[in-house]
């Protein structure tokens, strides 16, 4: 199967690079509607393919906050 509609680095689409791709309602669908984001002040419903506890918005921050301090621990291994 060869799929050249969406390539990216590694040349297989991650279902991250689908997520960055999806509309704000389309993220929402992978919410609990009866949870709430635990970010301070957000009424948005939390739940991602990659935790409960945060909105789409936030989960992207929290993952993007973790994606630099690994590379900054990588960078320190080097
Ligand atoms: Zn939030």
């Not at 419903?45 to 921050?61: E, K, L, M, V």
Request: charged share 30%; proline share 8%.
């Amino acid at each position: 199967m060869t799929d050249t509609s969406s390539p990216s680095e590694s040349g297989t689409p991650t279902f991250r690079d689908e997520w960055e791709a999806m509309t704000a309602e389309q993220r929402r669908s992978y919410a609990d509607p009866v949870k709430k984001c635990i970010e301070k002040g957000c009424i948005e419903p939390a739940g991602t393919p990659w935790g409960p506890y945060f909105c789409a918005d936030h989960d992207d921050q929290r993952i993007n906050r973790i994606s630099k301090s690994l590379a900054a621990i990588a960078r320190e291994l080097a």
